[in-house]
């Protein structure tokens, strides 16, 4: 069955640097994956979308790496601020608008 | 432009009863995904509907179920309430062909 990691479930970091989130993933091959940030009592909001054949993409201060040998994904968050502190999710198309999530990485920015 | 709404946003109910949960998608959406989300599963899927078919299932009982209307909105059921029902309902809604899912606020249903 689809097995989706996420590092750490909670990741503190220091205001201004830049935070890292993993997601790994096992048995399936999507034809692309997505970046979410939910915050607590909310519905999921979602951040970017990369496809397989699609090495990096990015949106202002989020940056998101795709590789398909790995099957890994990093999102990257630079100069980080305390506005940016949520629970990230990581989502895999799987076929016919069918998503897997992963369970999340809770990010705190400390001023 | 509205986003998803879904009613109710809380829920409490006793183990054997069954809920309706109810879903509005974004103008012009017309595809629907409901999810569960708890603290020791994540986001787990439910089913997906598009123009009032269930296209997708997830791996759930068959106490629950689900159907779209012709305007797009939805609704879930879950017959014979079990106390691990308790979770935050999530409905996510996206144009035809699109890749963003648009999520609502959820209904947090509590069973006891």
């Known amino acids: 069955s689809q097995k989706i990691e996420q590092n750490s479930e909670a990741l503190n970091i220091q205001e201004g640097k830049t935070a890292t989130l993993t997601c790994n993933y096992t048995?399936?091959?999507?034809?692309?994956l997505q970046w979410y940030r939910q915050d607590p009592g909310r519905g999921p909001v979602f951040l970017l979308l990369?496809?397989?054949?699609?090495k990096e993409k990015r949106k202002e201060r989020l940056k998101v790496t795709f590789d398909t040998t790995l099957k890994q994904s990093l999102f990257h968050i630079t100069a980080s601020q305390p506005a940016d502190s949520a629970t990230y999710l990581c989502a895999l198309e799987v076929g016919g608008n069918q998503f897997y999530f992963g369970t999340g990485t809770s990010l705190t920015v400390i001023p | 432009k509205a986003g998803v709404t879904q009613t109710p946003r809380y829920l409490i109910k006793t183990r054997g009863q069954q809920v309706t949960l109810s879903c509005s998608p974004i103008s012009g959406h017309r595809s629907v995904s409901w999810y569960q989300q708890t603290p020791g599963q994540g986001l787990q899927f439910l089913f997906e509907?598009?123009?009032?078919?269930?296209?997708n299932k997830g791996n759930f009982p068959g106490r629950f179920s689900g159907r779209q209307f012709s305007n797009s909105r939805s609704e879930m059921n879950v017959s014979t309430l079990e106390l691990g029902d308790s979770a935050l309902y999530l409905c996510?809604?996206?144009?035809?062909?699109?890749?963003?899912?648009?999520f609502g606020p959820g209904t947090r249903l509590t069973v006891t």
């Open positions: 509907y598009f123009s009032e078919t269930q296209r």
């Open positions: 990369i496809r397989e054949n699609e």
């Open positions: 048995n399936y091959s999507p034809a692309y």
């Open positions: 996510a809604s996206s144009f035809p062909g699109g890749d963003e899912q648009y």
